[in-house]
């Protein structure tokens, strides 16, 4: 790799790497260490091809899960089995790794600005602006369907089909136009214990001592040619375990979490 190589995006693999070395060893322990990361599935990522995966995860923090799968993705490549002991693997890190977030999200300091050079994939969602929902949907930016694509061809992609932290939302059919029309194979991870661990954003350690977990599950079985986008949506919702039905079998520390959220939004 040479000194001024690039990714797709125009952005230097040097820096790239640094960045990722340097906040993955900030970061270390807030997953093992103040709180310890339960990971369950890493033998799956490194059975996977090294480009067109496309991770769906549901979502608790706005940057704590993404930093969580980059350390799992490189430990697991590094042939640690469900563990990040040692964080050497950091040192040479999977650079085709991309995340989809929200382009306000990522335009809201200059923290999450830097942490965007390490892979963000910005995307104008359609259904909310400036932390509310809105009325008038917005026509999709043909850009960030591309961005998607061209991040594809090159490597990994981590989204979020829910577009939101809140529990149980409906996953956005625009991640099932994306399954259909690309191919990925996609891998679905589910994640709990992070919202109790961090403030929204995630980038504050709320408490100390919580166990979080984080499962990596086989691919799904997608019929890309004749299953339905709603078909697809349905498939998604139940491997993040984010189906209306999960609500039935919801812890109730769960449930207590997230009503304490929702008090607290109303000040």
Known sequence: MGLFARNPFGHILFIKKWLIRIFGA?????????NDLHIDGSEIIKSLP?????????????????????HVFNAS?????????NIGYLWQPKMNIYYVAASETMKSGLLPRILSYVGAI?????????????????????NDTENIRIALEDGWVITFPQGTTRSFKPVRKGTAHIIKQHRPVVVPIVIDGFRR?????????????I?????????????????????IVEK?????????????????EEIEAQEELNRLRKF
């Open 26 to 34: 900030l970061t270390h322990k807030r997953y093992r260490g103040f």
């Open 50 to 70: 090294d480009k067109n995966v496309l991770f769906i995860s549901n979502h608790q923090t706005y940057f704590a899960d993404v930093v969580a799968m980059f």
């Open 77 to 85: 490549l590094s042939g640690r089995e469900d563990n990040i002991k």
């Open 122 to 142: 910005t995307v104008e969602r359609t259904w909310r602006a400036g932390g509310k929902d809105v009325t008038e949907k917005r026509e999709v930016n043909p």
């Open 197 to 209: 661990s961090f403030d929204r954003k995630g980038l504050r350690v709320k408490k100390k001592g």
């Open 211 to 231: 166990l979080q977990s984080f499962t990596i599950k086989e691919p799904l079985d997608i019929d890309y040619d004749n299953d339905t986008i709603e078909q």
């Open 236 to 252: 998604v919702e139940y491997a993040i375990e984010q189906h209306p039905s999960f609500l039935k079998v919801i812890p109730a």
